[in-house]
């Protein structure tokens, strides 16, 4: 078990250099998405999930891995001002990381980031569906869904 969190930990810290690198436009493209391709979702589920380890295992689908709603918690999480000063201060000030109380969730953590990604072909043919689809819908309807008044989000104008 500690080796799964010193793993852990090394993922971490990698994905929070990573994030430094990330701009707002960049989290806009991918909010915009009304279907991304399931590796996107399943890294930003992923970072949802060591964001908020209390709520992890509501998402366990019945393959074991780990589904969080797009529309519900992830498209909200990248509209959030602080999300990646949240993802650039892992592990907390405190040291003590919060997936230190969940191990199990730990260790599937560790699982979702050693499978293999779905087929290119597969990837690929979601993908030109998500653009296209994104192209359709337009800037407007994007910043609408960032625009509701809720408990934790910054509304845009």
């Given at each position: 078990l500690p080796a799964v969190h010193e793993r852990v930990a090394e993922i971490l810290q990698q994905a929070s250099r990573d994030v430094r690198s990330l701009t707002k436009q960049q989290l806009e493209e991918v909010r915009s998405?009304?279907?991304p391709v399931p590796v996107v979702r399943r890294a930003l589920g992923l970072v949802y999930?060591?964001?908020h380890p209390e709520q992890a295992a509501s998402f366990e689908a019945q393959n074991g891995s780990l589904e969080v709603p797009w529309k519900q918690h992830l498209v909200p999480m990248l509209c959030r001002?602080?999300?990646l000063r949240k993802l650039t201060e892992m592990p907390p000030p405190s040291g003590v990381h919060p997936l230190v109380a969940f191990p199990a969730l730990a260790e599937r953590i560790e699982g979702?980031?050693?499978m293999q990604p779905a087929?290119?072909?597969?990837d690929s043919v979601q993908h030109r569906s998500s653009t296209a689809s994104t192209a359709s819908v337009g800037k407007t309807k994007s910043k609408e869904s960032c625009g509701r008044n809720e408990p934790g989000h910054a509304k845009r104008a």
């Open positions: 998405l009304p279907r999930c060591v964001l001002d602080d999300l979702q980031v050693a087929s290119a072909g597969e």
